[in-house]
């Protein structure tokens, strides 16, 4: 039963993945959590393509066999027509850690199966919840108001902790004006669904195709239902040169492309077309006094590798361990949520770099090796090729946060490199 004003060890502002999965792991903990979801689960989403970086944490909330058991399609690893290399080139996930595939999931049933195990763990959820504004005690955030769907009066949480995981709705961000645009990753997305589409055979039947194109680049992600997702990216510049609608622009691309095009000639349309900007971001800073970012709410990285929901779940694996040193030695609390940002933003940085790198096509797939292998190997211990299927998997680059909490694992402000300060509540 939750009261009209109640009190929580944290409250989670957003039920996607980041936001589900943290509050999950900290239930899981005996701590009492409350997420508020804007939205009614099951909702779309786009996002259907995981890396098995996610799979640590979705093993921690006990998924896997649910997840396998759902019949997702099971994904090996990917397909690329990338670069100066004339044919299709692959790395499977199972050269880059234990982790022989992950999912390609309907974002629909994956998050409603997050949130749900939350609530199993013992966390509360209330969708249709609608936050307002965080409680201020002096510069620390103390809990929010809400207002749920229907209702008149807006409710009060008031929590040890708030964790920011509104996704793109950046609710802290917007408040405390913390977001840096990276303006050389301002893409659009362009999508729809097709039914009857040919498939690779075997382990690569469920792999996502990523396809270069002079101006852009094809995703294609074959789900279990039959459907394929077939989504177009490119420079939000070139879409307005081209004067074309976007629905002109991918039919255009779609017929020029080769690989894309072959694997879904003689299918037909399964859906309309949607559209999302995909403006990369980081926040400038990812905590404060009583409070956290984590997911999207913390940055947005280019789709291109697929790294949105391993991003969300890796975050939230490390900050359900940040947020538990915190809440059992409160004088702890700037350190260890330190500590978590500066893994958070090394592994940002690194795979930023990488997606850069990644978007020059005149060069060879040997060159994307070595560039892999310069930010997670330099010392060339493993073969390049491994260590380019380690970076698209995501098994490795955020470390762990916390070996011995007594121990210089948990840095201070100084060593974390980050000027701990407060955040004002922001005016107007």
Not at 11 to 35: D, E, F, I, N, Q
Not at 50 to 55: A, N
């Amino acid at each position: 039963m939750i009261k009209s004003e109640d009190e929580f060890d944290v409250v989670v502002v957003g039920g996607g993945p980041a936001g589900s999965a943290t509050a999950g792991l900290l239930a899981k903990r005996g701590y009492r959590v409350l997420v508020l979801e804007r939205e009614k689960f099951p909702r779309y989403h786009i996002g259907e393509s995981l890396i098995t970086g996610s799979l640590p944490a979705l093993e921690d909330l006990g998924l896997r066999e649910r997840l396998d058991n759902m019949g997702f399609t099971k994904k090996y690893g990917g397909t690329l027509l990338w670069g100066s290399n004339q044919g299709t080139w692959d790395f499977r996930f199972s050269e880059a850690s234990n982790y022989d595939y992950a999912y390609q999931v309907r974002r629909a049933d994956f998050d409603a199966l997050l949130l749900a195990r939350a609530r199993e763990l013992g966390a509360f959820a209330i969708e249709e919840a609608t936050v307002k504004e965080p409680i201020f005690d002096g510069e620390r955030i103390v809990g929010v108001t809400y207002i749920r769907k229907g209702d008149t009066e807006q409710r009060t949480a008031r929590c040890r902790l708030l964790v920011d995981a509104s996704g793109q709705s950046r609710i802290l961000a917007r408040r405390f004006d913390l977001v840096e645009w990276h303006d050389d990753l301002r893409n659009i997305a362009v999508w729809t669904y097709f039914q009857g589409c040919k498939r690779y055979g075997g382990t690569r039947a469920g792999d996502t195709v990523t396809e270069n194109r002079p101006s852009g680049w094809f995703w294609f992600i074959p789900l279990s239902d039959g459907t394929v997702s077939v989504g177009y990216v490119t420079p939000i510049e070139e879409y307005k040169k081209s004067g074309k609608s976007l629905e002109e622009l991918y039919a255009d691309e779609l017929a020029k492309s080769q690989e894309v095009r072959a694997l879904t000639e003689g299918a037909f349309r399964a859906s309309g077309f949607r559209s999302i900007r995909d403006w990369s971001y980081t926040c400038q800073r990812f905590h404060g006094p009583g409070w956290v970012l984590v997911g999207d709410a913390a940055a947005f990285v280019d789709p291109l590798l697929s790294t949105g929901v391993g991003l969300a779940l890796r975050g939230s694996h490390g900050l359900a361990d940040a947020v538990d040193a915190a809440l059992r030695d409160p004088s702890s609390e700037a350190r260890v949520l330190a500590r978590y940002e500066a893994n958070y933003r090394e592994f940002l940085g690194s795979l930023l770099d990488f997606v850069r790198f990644f978007y020059d096509r005149t060069l060879n797939k040997e060159q994307y090796w070595d560039k892999a292998q310069q930010s997670l190997d330099p010392k060339k211990l493993r073969p390049r090729k491994i260590d380019f299927a380690t970076m698209l998997s995501g098994v490795s680059g955020i470390h762990e946060i916390f070996h011995d909490l007594d121990g210089p694992a948990v840095l201070s402000q100084e060593e974390a490199g980050l000027e701990v300060v407060a955040v004002a509540e922001a005016s107007g």
